[in-house]
């Protein structure tokens, strides 16, 4: 009844979106108002960052039961968003109930819809698994046609999304499945893998690829840390997450502030989502090279955080949640015609010249591929140039671009890295942001 009483409330008000280029001098303004629900602040945030849009700065307020967000945007160059036709679809898209994004699954494994077959994996990271793994789907007969895999605290997880090489199509046949999912699993486990590897038959439905990917690796357990996997590393590049008690109001304030990137937001919103927290206020600033968030926030049941135990799971998965896609290494991007077994062949020639790839997006679009991986040697430092030219050669130096020109190599360290692509193991505050002007 109660939920039938919410739809007939938000029917009755349904979202307001204003788009304003003059309320700010270096970025467009986009004010949303809507009656408020659990999970509305990440569907907005995830609309703006799939539509690949920065988000500058960001003014949160849901108290009661109404939500008004405003955020300040720009696009990949940095210029405001003056496109009608982008403009449109951010305020279409947002003002319809399409928008909303489904409820997070708990399942995790091989899942079909029309146009191709979903395979979600997670397991332990070990020298050359993605090879095998592209190995084993091109041997199926599964043509990848995009995929996107995450590395963190000695941990892997992809989304890969395949076809059937004879018809195009996804992938329906159950025993076919089924020997893929018995394949992948035997590849997927480690000799000392105290966390099995993961995979299950989910039923069809929506998914949003990087929103699952943090699910994955959340229910993985990679925000507990592994000492294998912090060896070597610059404890000071870390982002600084704090909880503290906001008794007189009754909530738990947190603040993190981290090395600015693009989707930040988005990652920190869709992790307290999915642990069932809501965001009551909030501000986000982001300078030159730093980025300030600050929360308001307290669980679904209204309760703020009462134990130590629940606010060191909140900074360690808070942190995981930043790091998880935080570009490490040299930016490689290959553009060519697809092919079937494309990746497969990619990833051999990196595993043969002892590249580690730390994180991979894998696209294709009109029968063009394009990739892009994150790459440092086997110790996770800088990969030597001349590998790198050697690599290019073999590919095709116009078919394999370098993104980044910082090829110059570091003084080696002793350092465990993430070996998914390897193939050997050596040894501000609320006053400093500007509100978009009222309408009423």
Same mark, same amino acid.
């Given at each position: 009844?109660?939920?039938?009483?919410?739809?007939?409330?938000?029917?009755?008000?349904?979202?307001?979106?204003?788009?304003?280029?003059?309320?700010?001098?270096?970025?467009?303004?986009?004010?949303?108002?809507?009656?408020?629900?659990?999970?509305?602040? /990440?569907?907005?945030?995830?609309?703006?960052?799939?539509?690949?849009?920065?988000?500058?700065?960001?003014?949160? *307020?849901?108290?009661?039961?109404?939500?008004?967000?405003?955020?300040?945007?720009?696009?990949?160059?940095?210029?405001?968003?003056?496109?009608?036709?982008?403009?449109?679809?951010?305020?279409?898209?947002?003002?319809?109930?399409? #928008?909303?994004?489904?409820?997070?699954?708990?399942?995790?494994?091989?899942?079909?819809?029309?146009?191709?077959?979903?395979?979600?994996?997670?397991?332990?990271?070990?020298?050359?698994?993605?090879?095998?793994?592209?190995?084993?789907?091109?041997?199926?007969?599964?043509?990848?046609?995009?995929?996107?895999?995450?590395?963190?605290?000695?941990?892997?997880?992809?989304?890969?999304?395949?076809?059937?090489?004879?018809?195009?199509?996804?992938?329906?046949?159950?025993?076919?499945? *089924?020997?893929?999912?018995?394949?992948?699993?035997?590849?997927?486990?480690?000799?000392?893998?105290?966390?099995?590897?993961?995979?299950? /038959?989910?039923?069809?439905?929506?998914?949003?690829?990087?929103?699952?990917?943090?699910?994955?690796?959340?229910?993985?357990?990679?925000?507990?840390?592994?000492?294998?996997?912090? /060896?070597?590393?610059?404890?000071? *590049?870390?982002?600084?997450?704090?909880?503290?008690?906001?008794?007189?109001?009754?909530?738990?304030?947190?603040?993190?502030? #981290?090395?600015?990137?693009?989707?930040?937001?988005?990652?920190?919103?869709?992790?307290?989502?999915?642990?069932?927290?809501?965001?009551?206020?909030?501000?986000?600033?982001?300078?030159?090279?730093?980025?300030?968030?600050?929360?308001?926030?307290?669980?679904?049941?209204?309760?703020?955080?009462?134990?130590?135990?629940?606010?060191?799971?909140?900074?360690?998965? /808070?942190?995981?949640?930043?790091?998880?896609?935080?570009?490490?290494?040299?930016?490689?991007?290959?553009?060519?015609?697809?092919?079937?077994?494309?990746?497969?062949?990619?990833?051999?020639?990196?595993?043969?010249?002892?590249?580690?790839?730390?994180?991979?997006?894998?696209?294709?679009?009109?029968?063009?591929?394009?990739?892009?991986?994150?790459?440092?040697?086997?110790?996770?430092?800088?990969?030597?140039?001349?590998?790198?030219? *050697?690599?290019?050669?073999?590919?095709?130096?116009?078919?394999?671009?370098?993104?980044?020109?910082?090829?110059?190599?570091?003084?080696?360290?002793?350092?465990?890295? #993430?070996?998914?692509?390897?193939?050997?193991?050596?040894?501000?505050?609320?006053?400093?942001?500007?509100?978009?002007?009222?309408? #009423?």
């Amino acid at each position: 009844m109660d939920d039938e009483y919410a739809k007939l409330i938000r029917r009755m008000n349904p979202p307001r979106v204003v788009i304003d280029n003059d309320a700010s001098e270096e970025a467009t303004v986009i004010q949303v108002d809507s009656v408020n629900k659990h999970g509305i602040l /990440l569907e907005v945030v995830q609309v703006l960052t799939d539509m690949n849009l920065v988000i500058t700065k960001a003014y949160i *307020s849901s108290d009661g039961g109404w939500f008004m967000d405003v955020f300040n945007v720009v696009d990949g160059d940095g210029n405001k968003i003056r496109d009608k036709g982008v403009i449109n679809y951010i305020t279409k898209t947002l003002e319809s109930d399409a #928008s909303f994004v489904p409820p997070m699954r708990g399942t995790v494994g091989v899942m079909p819809s029309e146009d191709h077959t979903s395979i979600e994996l997670s397991g332990t990271d070990r020298p050359g698994l993605l090879s095998e793994v592209c190995a084993v789907l091109a041997d199926l007969h599964c043509n990848v046609v995009n995929a996107e895999i995450w590395t963190h605290n000695a941990r892997a997880a992809a989304v890969v999304h395949v076809t059937d090489d004879s018809t195009g199509c996804a992938i329906e046949d159950p025993n076919q499945l *089924s020997k893929i999912k018995e394949l992948l699993c035997n590849v997927l486990k480690g000799n000392n893998d105290l966390k099995t590897a993961k995979m299950t /038959l989910s039923p069809p439905g929506f998914t949003h690829r990087e929103r699952r990917l943090h699910q994955i690796m959340f229910a993985d357990r990679d925000y507990q840390r592994v000492e294998r996997a912090e /060896l070597g590393k610059d404890k000071s *590049s870390r982002p600084h997450v704090t909880v503290l008690d906001c008794i007189e109001k009754d909530y738990t304030v947190i603040t993190m502030r #981290s090395k600015d990137r693009p989707k930040l937001l988005f990652d920190t919103v869709c992790t307290l989502t999915d642990m069932q927290y809501v965001v009551f206020h909030g501000v986000v600033h982001t300078g030159r090279m730093e980025a300030y968030q600050e929360y308001y926030i307290r669980h679904v049941d209204g309760l703020p955080m009462s134990s130590d135990a629940e606010r060191e799971r909140v900074i360690e998965c /808070l942190e995981a949640a930043i790091e998880r896609r935080a570009s490490e290494g040299l930016e490689l991007e290959l553009r060519t015609e697809d092919r079937f077994g494309l990746l497969s062949d990619i990833t051999r020639v990196f595993r043969e010249n002892s590249l580690c790839i730390k994180r991979a997006e894998i696209s294709t679009e009109g029968g063009k591929a394009k990739d892009t991986f994150y790459v440092t040697d086997v110790t996770g430092n800088p990969v030597n140039p001349q590998i790198i030219d *050697s690599i290019r050669q073999q590919i095709g130096h116009s078919i394999l671009q370098v993104k980044n020109s910082n090829l110059s190599p570091k003084a080696p360290q002793e350092t465990t890295m #993430s070996f998914l692509f390897g193939n050997i193991f050596k040894c501000r505050t609320l006053q400093n942001f500007k509100l978009i002007r009222s309408y #009423s």
